[in-house]
């Protein structure tokens, strides 16, 4: 029963990781331009709003990079499901910024 509860948790922190990546990518192709900045101000809100998505995000990939490792630990069947969340763990950090910087040329554009 205590390795169903693990593999929850790592399952829940992977999914946790591609929604703020959702909500990272939807947020600057939607909402970031309209959001208000102060004239010759060098940041504004929207900035502030990315940033802690951003931090967000690496604070979640982090714990499902370790919970996945926890997971591993356990063996038998555990470790498939701590290789598949390792997986998505690095596919969403090496794709956050090619990404992010393509949504934010296409709600420039």
């Known amino acids: 029963m205590r390795t169903v509860r693990r593999e929850t948790v790592a399952k829940f922190m992977a ?7 959702a909500a990272m990518l939807g947020f600057r192709a ?13 940041a504004g809100i929207s900035d502030l709003v990315e940033l802690a998505l951003g931090l967000l995000l690496m604070l979640a990939l982090a714990g499902a990079a370790l919970s996945a490792a926890w997971l591993a630990f356990a063996g038998g069947r555990e470790r498939l499901v701590a290789a598949g969340i390792g997986v998505v763990v690095v596919a969403v950090a090496l794709s ?8 934010a ?3 420039t554009a």
């Open 15 to 21: 999914a946790t990781c591609v929604g703020l990546l």
């Open 30 to 42: 939607f909402l970031y331009s309209r959001m208000y900045l102060e004239p010759g101000a060098p």
């Open 96 to 103: 956050a910024g090619p990404l992010h910087n393509l949504v």
């Open 105 to 107: 040329r296409w709600a």
